[in-house]
């Protein structure tokens, strides 16, 4: 008999860019001839994968039996018929110094591509609409929007059906990009940074881009910002974005691209590019974009940038034989207000009969298009099975304006709208798809039930990344979920599978006097749920019964709001102008309401039933861990405020661009 040894191992060719190795094909190295004493029988050897290191190699034994005369042959060879030895000890010295030098390069390998330029790290894109209701999209089942496109993506992703935001935009984008409470550093509550503030993230707070970036990835921002552009190091290229085209504001409109709300509506043109060399004197690497086809809609400006990187990336990839991964944020205005859609988009929702949510549909169809257009691209340049896609909507659908305007967007089943911490306020659609973790025969989607966070993208996002925090990522509030995402498509049945999060707070606002913490199924809303009254409950009255009531929203099924909306704009500004001039301020809960609704969400999703007098022990074990967090070991920062949006904050072209130039005189001069 001839038994043969194969010792799978793994070439390494160098990359030129980063000096780091990667792996190819696996070839082998066979030792032949080498005499087996157990001839006299018919062995079946079977392939064992020893793991070592971070890599597998693998050792394979294969056997046949020889034919009785040549089996003859091999002992008149060796004249005896004694049994015939084991392999020589220097052939298996041989195959044991091959084996381990092999493992200790490729364990070396593995370390120089994570250090010094991972080539083998999944691209990761992060899709954010803008006020997209819970009942907006397709995918769903219970809605009358079609949404191929996203829909298609949710089908092999896993779908997050508790994911929770922040009530209105800018709180949720800081929460995503410090993975950290807003309340923490003075951006809670429901509010906004508006046109002309000086507000933004203190830069005491790491945020995820620019963690990613130390990681070797490439850094994409693509569209609204919305945390601050009053000083220039506020702006996303100096915090983590290699590169930015898109609105620093947080409402434009979207085809002249002027700023939309807030005190200074209207003040000015907010639309750059910032590739950190531009050429502007006074802030040399911020530059507006002169749109070359003046009057095109953001959504057609955001995805033609968006799959121009994609393509420029897969050249550079076949170019340089291997790069950096990338990182990409598409923030997309759709369907925030105005609600100003294009005819293409109206007459593909011609059936659908009221004209507000014939108009809210078609600006979601325009973010439909433009998933599908980065997606193709994706897939267009082989690199769809390499990126890892994110959807979020950053808060609920925003049902109505001030002036009791219906915008036309759906929560349903749940009470309420942005600016509330009802459920339709703070719980969004939301999907991940994970093509390392998901199976090639995957053709419906995984439904998640656990407990989601905003915050908890940034320590997730880092863990499919392969990093960890770094020493300047302070205390995080988000929770990594990669491991429960990789158990759930590998077919772990739910119940099985640990999850993560235990309770989500969802604000703790003094100043408006709300705050909310969600456990499991129960809730508990301290204070007020909602600003004014944005807390619309389903199902309500009928049409007839609203039709001649001034401010309310007509021709509607789905809503029902205040007549007095405006005046209770007015009173709004006005709680936050006492609140700045009291002396005695209170960050506590303690100074809060002592107004409590408890509800259990797994049949109250309307939040309408208060248990908070018939289940004691849930309600105050709900309130103490919410209390927790409003102490002196976790103090709530003070709210920050738009007091100074009357400022001069935009050049003499009528641009919005920072203002408050933080640089030294010598760095002035030079720009001169």
Same mark, same amino acid.
């Given at each position: 008999?001839?038994?043969?040894?194969?010792?799978?191992?793994?070439?390494?060719?160098?990359?030129?860019?980063?000096?780091?190795?990667?792996?190819?094909?696996?070839?082998?190295?066979?030792?032949?001839?080498?005499?087996?004493?157990?001839?006299?029988?018919?062995? +079946?050897?079977?392939? *064992?994968?020893?793991?070592?290191? %971070?890599?597998?190699?693998?050792?394979?034994?294969?056997?046949?039996?020889?034919?009785?005369?040549?089996?003859?042959?091999?002992?008149?060879?060796?004249?005896?018929?004694?049994?015939?030895?084991?392999?020589?000890?220097?052939?298996?010295?041989?195959?044991?110094?091959?084996?381990?030098?092999?493992?200790?390069?490729?364990?070396?390998?593995?370390?120089? %591509?994570?250090? +010094?330029?991972?080539?083998? $790290?999944?691209?990761?894109?992060?899709?954010?609409?803008?006020?997209?209701?819970?009942?907006?999209?397709?995918?769903?089942?219970?809605?009358?929007?079609?949404?191929?496109?996203?829909?298609?993506?949710? *089908?092999?992703?896993?779908?997050?059906?508790?994911?929770?935001?922040?009530?209105?935009?800018?709180?949720? *984008?800081?929460?995503?990009?410090?993975?950290?409470?807003?309340?923490?550093?003075?951006?809670?509550?429901?509010?906004?940074?508006?046109?002309?503030?000086?507000?933004?993230?203190?830069?005491?707070?790491?945020?995820?881009?620019?963690?990613?970036?130390?990681?070797?990835?490439?850094?994409?921002?693509?569209?609204?910002?919305?945390?601050?552009?009053?000083?220039?190091?506020?702006?996303?290229? *100096?915090?983590?974005?290699?590169?930015?085209?898109?609105?620093?504001?947080?409402?434009?409109?979207?085809?002249?691209?002027?700023?939309?709300?807030?005190?200074?509506?209207?003040?000015?043109? #907010?639309?750059?590019?910032?590739?950190?060399?531009?050429?502007?004197?006074?802030?040399?690497?911020?530059?507006?974009?002169?749109?070359?086809?003046?009057?095109?809609?953001?959504?057609? $400006?955001?995805?033609?940038?968006?799959?121009?990187?994609?393509?420029?990336?897969?050249?550079?990839?076949?170019?340089?034989?291997?790069?950096?991964?990338?990182?990409?944020?598409?923030?997309?205005?759709?369907?925030?207000?105005?609600?100003?859609?294009?005819?293409?988009?109206?007459?593909?929702?011609?059936?659908?009969?009221?004209?507000?949510?014939?108009?809210?549909?078609?600006?979601?169809?325009?973010?439909?298009?433009?998933?599908?257009?980065?997606?193709? @691209?994706?897939?267009?340049?082989?690199?769809?099975?390499?990126?890892?896609?994110?959807?979020?909507?950053?808060?609920?659908?925003?049902?109505?304006?001030?002036?009791?305007?219906?915008?036309?967007?759906?929560?349903?089943?749940?009470?309420?709208?942005?600016?509330?911490?009802?459920?339709?306020?703070?719980?969004?659609?939301?999907?991940?798809?994970?093509?390392?973790?998901?199976?090639?025969?995957? %053709?419906?989607?995984?439904?998640?039930?656990?407990?989601?966070?905003?915050?908890?993208?940034?320590?997730?996002?880092?863990? $499919?990344?392969?990093? @960890?925090?770094?020493?300047?990522?302070?205390?995080?509030?988000?929770?990594?979920? @990669?491991?429960?995402?990789?158990?759930?498509?590998?077919?772990?049945? +739910?119940?099985?599978?640990?999850?993560?999060?235990?309770?989500?707070?969802?604000?703790? #606002?003094?100043?408006?006097?709300?705050?909310?913490?969600?456990?499991?199924?129960?809730?508990?809303?301290?204070?007020?749920?909602?600003?004014?009254?944005?807390?619309?409950?389903?199902?309500?009255?009928?049409?007839?019964?609203?039709?001649?009531?001034?401010?309310?929203?007509?021709?509607?099924?789905?809503?029902?709001?205040?007549?007095?909306?405006?005046?209770?704009?007015?009173?709004?500004?006005?709680?936050?102008?006492?609140?700045?001039?009291?002396?005695?301020?209170?960050?506590?809960?303690?100074?809060?309401?002592?107004?409590?609704? $408890?509800?259990?969400?797994?049949?109250?999703?309307?939040?309408?039933?208060?248990?908070?007098?018939?289940?004691?022990?849930?309600?105050?074990?709900?309130?103490?861990?919410?209390?927790?967090?409003?102490?002196?070991?976790?103090?709530?920062?003070?709210?920050?405020?738009?007091?100074?949006?009357?400022?001069?904050?935009?050049?003499?072209?009528?641009?919005?661009?920072?203002?408050?130039?933080?640089?030294?005189?010598?760095?002035?001069?030079?720009?001169?």
């Amino acid at each position: 008999m001839k038994r043969s040894f194969k010792i799978s191992t793994g070439s390494l060719k160098k990359d030129r860019r980063h000096s780091s190795y990667t792996r190819s094909t696996i070839p082998s190295i066979t030792f032949s001839n080498v005499p087996d004493e157990s001839c006299q029988c018919d062995c +079946q050897m079977t392939e *064992r994968e020893v793991a070592i290191g %971070n890599g597998t190699k693998e050792i394979q034994l294969e056997n046949s039996t020889l034919p009785q005369k040549e089996a003859e042959n091999f002992d008149n060879q060796y004249q005896t018929k004694r049994r015939i030895p084991m392999p020589s000890i220097h052939h298996v010295l041989i195959a044991f110094i091959v084996l381990i030098v092999v493992v200790t390069t490729v364990s070396l390998a593995i370390v120089l %591509n994570r250090e +010094q330029g991972p080539t083998n $790290l999944p691209n990761i894109l992060v899709v954010i609409a803008d006020d997209l209701g819970y009942n907006d999209v397709g995918y769903q089942g219970h809605g009358d929007i079609k949404t191929p496109y996203i829909d298609s993506l949710a *089908r092999s992703s896993i779908v997050l059906e508790r994911h929770y935001t922040q009530p209105m935009c800018s709180p949720s *984008r800081a929460a995503m990009f410090t993975g950290r409470y807003p309340f923490r550093y003075g951006m809670g509550g429901s509010r906004a940074i508006y046109y002309g503030s000086k507000l933004g993230l203190d830069d005491s707070e790491q945020l995820l881009s620019e963690e990613l970036k130390k990681g070797n990835y490439k850094t994409y921002l693509i569209g609204k910002w919305h945390l601050g552009f009053g000083d220039w190091e506020q702006t996303p290229t *100096r915090r983590g974005f290699d590169y930015f085209y898109g609105t620093y504001g947080g409402s434009t409109t979207y085809r002249s691209h002027q700023s939309y709300e807030g005190p200074r509506a209207g003040d000015g043109y #907010d639309l750059f590019e910032d590739t950190q060399n531009g050429t502007n004197k006074k802030f040399p690497d911020i530059n507006p974009v002169d749109d070359p086809s003046p009057g095109t809609f953001s959504e057609l $400006l955001f995805t033609q940038k968006a799959v121009k990187i994609i393509e420029d990336e897969q050249e550079e990839d076949e170019d340089q034989k291997g790069k950096e991964p990338f990182f990409m944020v598409v923030s997309y205005q759709n369907p925030h207000a105005p609600i100003t859609p294009m005819e293409r988009d109206v007459e593909q929702n011609k059936d659908i009969d009221n004209e507000n949510r014939r108009k809210m549909a078609a600006m979601i169809t325009s973010l439909d298009y433009g998933v599908g257009r980065i997606t193709s @691209a994706l897939e267009r340049t082989h690199q769809l099975n390499q990126t890892i896609i994110i959807f979020l909507s950053d808060n609920g659908g925003h049902l109505m304006m001030p002036s009791g305007e219906s915008l036309g967007s759906s929560n349903l089943p749940f009470r309420g709208a942005k600016c509330t911490l009802y459920e339709g306020g703070v719980r969004t659609p939301a999907f991940i798809k994970i093509p390392q973790f998901t199976p090639v025969t995957m %053709n419906s989607s995984v439904k998640y039930n656990g407990l989601f966070h905003i915050s908890d993208w940034f320590p997730t996002i880092l863990k $499919l990344a392969q990093l @960890a925090p770094s020493d300047k990522v302070k205390e995080l509030d988000g929770v990594d979920h @990669a491991e429960t995402f990789r158990r759930l498509l590998s077919g772990t049945p +739910q119940h099985k599978v640990k999850k993560p999060r235990d309770h989500i707070v969802l604000d703790i #606002d003094p100043v408006f006097d709300q705050a909310a913490i969600v456990q499991e199924k129960y809730k508990l809303i301290v204070g007020k749920g909602a600003i004014m009254s944005f807390d619309q409950v389903y199902p309500l009255i009928n049409e007839e019964s609203i039709e001649n009531k001034p401010g309310l929203v007509k021709n509607s099924s789905h809503y029902q709001v205040s007549p007095n909306i405006y005046q209770e704009m007015i009173e709004y500004s006005k709680v936050q102008e006492r609140y700045k001039e009291d002396p005695d301020k209170c960050l506590s809960l303690d100074c809060m309401s002592s107004t409590l609704s $408890l509800y259990d969400l797994s049949w109250d999703l309307t939040e309408s039933h208060n248990l908070s007098s018939r289940f004691i022990d849930e309600r105050e074990g709900l309130y103490k861990t919410l209390k927790d967090y409003s102490n002196s070991k976790n103090p709530i920062v003070e709210p920050k405020f738009f007091e100074d949006h009357n400022s001069e904050a935009k050049t003499e072209d009528n641009v919005w661009t920072p203002f408050i130039d933080t640089r030294s005189d010598e760095e002035n001069q030079e720009d001169r």
